[in-house]
Structures are given as structure tokens and as C-alpha cells.
């Protein structure tokens, strides 16, 4: 590794580091009151409000809740380093679903899943051991009627409590897919800058009320799952650890079990919980993480030369380091006029705009390689679906022949560099369109007039190579494709004039050139025309008989109207 990235890595543990750790920091000391909210939520009873109040108190000094928030600590910790590992800067989006099924099958993938759906579990246990009831055990005595003889009582299986800790695991890999579909571990970098509790009070609702969405379908999604497989980890649960089944109960792979409110609820509400922690902790990291951070644009000192802002912006560090370092620089552009003069300094000896050169000179990069990627995918976008057209080399067809008239090559040069408009990208077409047509195009529509342009460029329509607009306004990258622009046979029939006919020589030569299409093709379109003129006259004859219609119709209803107000004179008489 080289100096510089040594120096760029350690800026970044220095930057990230302290960011990541201050989100797990606020996010483990949110835990406790999320848990009292949990406990006072799952134990309500709104008969006897004083008591329940005073049991949820209670409960929060007891020694399992303190164990299981502690336990969630750990959890939480799991789940933010995560955060801090898969984070991007540059979302990756899969272009069709084969490439999201290999995303979701790749191994960081797949540890991803298994991590969360085991944190999930966890979450799962803590929520049922502090729910109390008949959520609190895996194992129970059973009933004396399942007991043997000899008084020694059989422990049976406690599916509640294995229904909520699959369905934690459940909602842990869910909460995983998720993570990679909706590109989660991406951070938008916020174009206003707020406090850090405003953005995050701001968006605690949205997160407390899509939390309580995502676990009623994921609740609804497990249920169904469980109705059908469930009967798969019971009976190996069972098998191991020799238990047996209370006949008394419903099997919670049935309809009926399955049914059960205060099941359901509280299975809800240990996805509400498990999905608010989790969200929290996310939420700050996201915060933390895209929080403005001043690079200096001068070293004060000598080891400071790599964490300056020109330095960071014109070398490869880390993505969300050079982020972070574009950041600074729109709001030093912005609201920082003492920075700003730093970046316009001139250096000493010499008088060099050094600063200014390389924040510039990275700028213009970015804004050059953005321009190339509009560009690719615009024709990537232009030929999808489409046949392969050919190139400009293949219909540049240059006079070979040596009874070739200089006439005939001036003739035929810009009628060879003139493609189709559907050959051409809407973004090249659009960026070019304002030089499509001179403004002397409107005065020389007379032959005569000394304004009017020559025969040739009426007739092409098209911006010529020699022309001094060529290259001095276009980029590299538009002027390259410049003969393939702008129109199709049938516009330069339509612009040319038809007092100078083409020479018959060139047309000629056009004409031979061609391939004639086979019979069956011009049949094909010969019967395509046909289908389509009849189709034509069909929806107009359809639309005049249901004017025809509609008029009745209004006439049937307006006419008895119109003989009373006609009558209404003589009735009156």
C-alpha cells in the first residue's frame, strides 16, 4: 500500500470511525426506551390503567430485562457493523433479475442473511421472554393427562415460543433481502445540510410507521409459510430434544391455531419491535455518516499535505472520503468566502493558482466522465430492441471509378454521410438541433436571393464538415458522429428544390447501388398496407355510427322539450 493510501485510509477511520461508533453509541442508549415502550405496549390493559403502569415499571428493573437489553446491545452492535462493512456511496442496481438473484445468492450475500436472520432469533427470544406468559418457555410441563403413571412429568413442546422465534429469524431475513433490493447500505449525501436531531425527529415517524407496516406483512407472509412448513422444525425440535405435544392445544399449522388474536398480536408487535431497533440504528448511521466534514484547503503543517481538500479531490481515496470532500466544496462554494480565497491563492514564489487548478481540473473530470456516461447509456437505451444499423463507414461510399465528374463527388459526399433520424440518439439529436438549420435558411427561400445557401447544404440540410461551426461548438464525442446526423431520405426530398434536380449520373449510381428487395417482402408490405387501410376506414365508419348514436340519443331526449316550449303559447291561450 502506498504512503498516500495509508494516509487516505487512516482519514477515513479517523472520519468514519468516530461517526460509526457515536451512531451505535445513540442507538444502544435508544434501546432502553424502546423496550419499556415494548413492555408496556405487550402488557396492556386499559380496565386497569394504575396497575398496569406500575407493572410495567416493575418489570423494567427486573433481571431478565436488564439481561435481554444487554443482549440487544450486542445485537445492535451486529447489525451496525453490517451497516458500516456494506455501505456504498454509488448504488449498484441489478439490470434485470437474474442479476438480482446472483446479487442475493452471492456469498457477502448469504452471510449477510444467515447473520441477520441469528440477530433476529435473538430478538425474537428477547421479546418473548419479556412478554412473560405463555411465550416464555420453549419446554413445559405437561398436562397430568399426558404424564406416565409413575408421577414423573413429560415436558412438552411450547409452540408459541417457537412460532415467535421463527418468525424472528423470518423477519431477520427479510429484513436482509430487503437491505440488498431497496439498496439500503446506499447514502444519499442530503443537498441541506440540518442538525443532526432534526433529521432525525423528522424522519422517526416515517420510520415507527413503516416499521408497523412491513411487520404486519411480514407477520401475514410467515403465516403462511408456517401453515404449510411448519410442521418441519417442530417435529425436528421435538425429535431432539425428546419432547412431546400437548393434545389439549391447536397446532399452530392449522387454520384454527393459527387464528389466535393474542397470537397474532403479539407476534406484530415483536416484528414492530425487532424492526424499530433495527431501522434506528440504520437511520443514524446514515446520518452520521453524510455529515458535512471541513478539509482544510491549506496545510497549516507538512503531514497534513494528504488530508488537504485539492489533494483528496485529485487522488482515489475511498468513495464516501472523496464524497465527503465534494461536499465541503459545494458548501465552501456556497457560504464560506474566507475559504473561498484559500482556493484562489496564489502560491508563493511563483504566483500558481495551485489550489484553484486542481479543485478545477477534478471538477471538469467528473462533469467529462458524467457526460460520457449519459452518453453510453442513451445509446444503449436508442438500440435496445433494435437491429444493429450500419456504420458510417459502410455507407461512406467515396468516387472510385476514374470517369468519377468532381460534380459527382461533391454530390455524393454529403448524401453518403446522411443517416435516418431514428439512426440518431434524442440526446445528440437534441443537443444539436438548434444548428440543423441556418437563419439565412428563411431569407433565401427565393432562388434568386444572394442570401439563399448553396444547392448543396439545401439539399443535405445538414451541418457540413468544412463548415467553421463544425468543432468549435460540439464536444469530441457529438463531432465524432457528426456525419451521422440528422435526416432521412424523405427530409431531404422535402428540403431540396425542384428546380435543381440532382444530376442523373449520381442518381444513377445511387440507384445501382442499392439491393432490391424479393418479391415476398414486397408482398408482405403490400398486404401490410392493406390491413391497414382497411383497419383505418373500419374505426372511422365505427366512429361516425356512434356520433350517430349519441345524436338520436340527445335528440330523443331534447326533442319533447323543445315542442313544449313551441306549443307553450297556444297552450296557454
Known amino acids: 500500500m502506498s504512503p498516500v493510501a495509508r494516509e487516505h485510509q487512516l482519514l477515513l ?172 447500505n446506499y447514502l444519499p449525501f442530503p443537498i441541506i445540510q440540518q442538525y443532526k436531531y432534526l433529521r432525525f425527529r423528522r424522519s422517526l415517524p416515517l420510520l415507527a410507521k413503516q416499521s408497523c407496516v412491513e411487520s404486519f406483512y411480514m407477520v401475514r407472509n410467515f403465516c403462511a409459510a408456517y401453515y404449510f412448513f411448519g410442521y418441519i422444525p417442530k417435529a425436528w425440535i421435538i425429535t431432539t430434544m425428546n419432547l412431546r405435544i400437548d393434545s389439549k392445544l391447536h397446532p399452530l399449522d392449522t387454520v384454527a391455531g393459527l387464528l389466535d388474536l393474542s397470537l397474532l398480536y403479539h407476534s406484530w408487535l415483536c416484528g414492530v419491535f425487532l424492526l424499530i431497533t433495527w431501522y434506528i440504528a440504520w437511520l443514524l448511521f446514515r446520518i452520521y455518516s453524510t455529515e458535512a466534514h471541513h478539509f482544510p484547503v491549506q496545510p497549516t503543517f507538512a503531514e497534513e499535505t494528504d488530508q488537504c481538500l485539492p489533494k483528496i479531490l485529485n487522488s482515489n481515496p475511498p468513495p464516501i472520503l472523496k464524497f465527503l470532500a465534494l461536499q465541503d466544496l459545494m458548501f465552501l462554494s456556497q457560504y464560506s468566502s474566507v475559504r473561498r480565497q484559500e482556493v484562489f491563492s496564489l502560491s508563493q514564489p511563483g504566483g500558481h493558482p495551485h489550489n484553484w487548478t486542481a479543485v478545477s481540473r477534478e471538477c471538469l473530470n467528473l462533469l467529462n466522465d458524467l457526460t460520457l456516461k449519459l452518453i453510453a447509456h442513451q445509446e444503449a437505451a436508442a438500440t435496445n430492441g433494435r437491429l444493429n444499423q450500419p456504420s458510417v463507414g459502410d455507407l461512406r461510399k467515396a468516387p472510385n471509378t476514374p470517369g468519377a465528374t468532381a460534380e459527382e463527388s461533391s454530390l455524393q459526399t454529403p448524401r453518403a454521410g446522411i443517416l435516418p433520424r431514428a439512426h440518431m440518439t434524442s440526446l445528440v439529436k437534441s443537443s444539436l438541433l438548434p444548428l440543423k438549420t441556418s437563419p439565412v435558411a428563411d431569407f433565401g427561400s427565393n432562388l434568386g436571393s444572394p442570401f439563399s445557401p448553396s444547392p448543396l447544404t439545401r439539399k443535405a440540410g445538414v451541418l457540413e464538415l468544412s463548415s467553421p461551426w463544425h468543432g468549435s461548438v460540439q464536444s469530441p464525442h457529438i463531432m465524432r458522429r457528426g456525419p451521422k446526423l440528422w435526416t432521412s431520405y424523405s427530409d431531404l426530398q422535402w428540403t431540396g428544390s425542384p428546380q435543381e434536380p440532382l444530376p442523373m449520373t449520381a442518381v444513377a449510381k445511387v440507384t445501382n447501388g442499392a439491393v432490391q428487395p424479393s418479391s415476398l417482402y414486397l408482398w408482405l408490405q403490400s398486404k401490410k398496407e392493406q390491413i391497414k387501410s382497411f383497419l383505418s376506414k373500419r374505426v372511422l365508419i365505427m366512429y361516425f355510427f356512434s356520433k350517430v348514436k349519441m345524436s338520436m340519443r340527445l335528440s330523443r331526449n331534447i326533442l319533447p322539450y323543445q315542442l313544449l316550449l313551441i306549443l307553450s303559447p297556444f297552450i296557454s291561450k
Open 13 to 184: 477511520r479517523q472520519i468514519l470511525g468516530w461517526r460509526a461508533a457515536a451512531s451505535i453509541a445513540w442507538s444502544v442508549l435508544l434501546l432502553p426506551l424502546c423496550t419499556a415502550a415494548f413492555i408496556s405496549v405487550s402488557t396492556i390493559d386499559l380496565f386497569h390503567p394504575i396497575q398496569w403502569i406500575t407493572s410495567s415499571f416493575n418489570d423494567l428493573y427486573t433481571s431478565y430485562v436488564i439481561f435481554c437489553v444487554l443482549l440487544m446491545s450486542v445485537v445492535i452492535l451486529v447489525i451496525s457493523i453490517f451497516n458500516v462493512e456494506f455501505h456504498t456511496v454509488v448504488p449498484s442496481i441489478p439490470c434485470s433479475r437474474l442479476a438480482l438473484i446472483s446479487k442475493v445468492i452471492h456469498p457477502q450475500q448469504v452471510i449477510h442473511s444467515v447473520v441477520h436472520a441469528v440477530m433476529g432469533m435473538l430478538v425474537a427470544w428477547c421479546a418473548a421472554v419479556m412478554t412473560k406468559g405463555k411465550f416464555l418457555f420453549l419446554s413445559v410441563p405437561c398436562p397430568p393427562s399426558e404424564s406416565s403413571a409413575d408421577d414423573v412429568p413429560y415436558m412438552c413442546l411450547n409452540e408459541y415460543h417457537l412460532f415467535l422465534l421463527l418468525l424472528g429469524a423470518f423477519m431477520g431475513y427479510s429484513y436482509s433481502l430487503r437491505y440488498l433490493v431497496h439498496h439500503m
